[in-house]
């Protein structure tokens, strides 16, 4: 399952540099995860280095991309090889 930022996003940009497929990136008027290139940090890191950082916790599960952790590995070794 990707992930996405709430309407409770502060603007803070600290989120962004911790991302391992730049999956973040500026929104208007918050910022944004491609759910096309998140994969929770499956291949990358055993947890999501965003959500730790996110003061407001505003980084929550996005309902419409459900994937199981063996999707996103593939969605991972897809983009970096």
Avoid: R, W
Wanted: glycine share 4%; charged share 25%.
């Amino acid at each position: 399952m990707a992930l996405m930022i709430n309407e409770d996003c502060t603007g803070c940009d600290a989120c962004v540099l911790e991302c391992p497929n730049e999956a973040i990136s500026v929104g208007d008027p918050i910022y944004v995860i491609d759910p096309l290139l998140c994969t929770e940090c499956v291949g990358a890191h055993a947890e999501p280095q965003c959500k730790p950082v996110c003061e407001p916790d505003c980084i929550v599960q996005h309902p419409d991309f459900v994937e199981t952790p063996e999707e996103l590995q593939a969605k991972y070794e897809e983009m970096h090889g």
